[in-house]
């Protein structure tokens, strides 16, 4: 269950038709106690998700489906190019990303960008690639494109940023975002990008402006007080107004999250 075969002619017929499309789109190349958990808890509530909201949902199991030599975490950009270059994802069409660490928490919130890019900076203060969002014009195809582009990867790779980030590390260089502050990237000058200015920085200050989205931290709450610790834990929310509960670095998946979110949106 849940694997993308078994949408694949759903997924044909839709887009055929000309209205705009909206997409969730999840890797979870899981197994084991971790696979249970996804079976039980995790595409459940990505589905409930999508049903309330009228989303298709694109979920990945098997990464035979779509290949990329690399770590997991560039796979849902690899799935994304390949459902623009398939012609299933067209013009004014919009497609997230979220990670298979996550529980939506929100069930009426919009997961999706009102620009061209969207994303939040995490609880840790990080650009963080857990969960983002892109409208499909020229300007996001080439975007994919640069972010997986196999020359920068193969010439920074093995930096200590990208060995750390990956696909999250291209998106900084890119955008030319310093690795670390202390102060919340939001009351940085421009987000904190362009404050690190290298050759692999290829779009402009005000372009990113124009094109980029930051949407509140909490589409991507990474830490909440009390419930662990963590030395980088930077931007606070309160918990009762998190969108998405993101269980990144390593911690436990708290199914009390998917329970309460069953509660609230079920009567």
Known sequence: MGEALQHRSKLSTHSKESFMK???VCYANYSGEKGDFFDTYTERNFREYCDINGVIPYIVRDKSKHKIDRHSTWMSWQIISDLIDTGFL????????????TCIVDMKASLFTSKT???AIDSCNTH???????KIDEWSRKFVKEVLDEERYQRLKNTSIWEMWNDQASVYSLFGVMRHS?????ELPYNGWGSLKTPDMIYEVGEILERVEIMPTEWNVTHVAGESFNEFFIIPTHKKDTVIRHFAGGQQWNKDYFVRVKTQVTP
């Open 117 to 119: 890019f969207g994303y």
């Open 128 to 134: 963080c690639m857990g969960f983002y969002s892109l």
């Open 182 to 186: 202390w102060i919340p990237f939001q």
């Open 22 to 24: 909206k997409v969730l």
């Open 90 to 101: 067209c013009g004014g069409d919009l497609v997230s990303s979220i990670d298979a660490d």
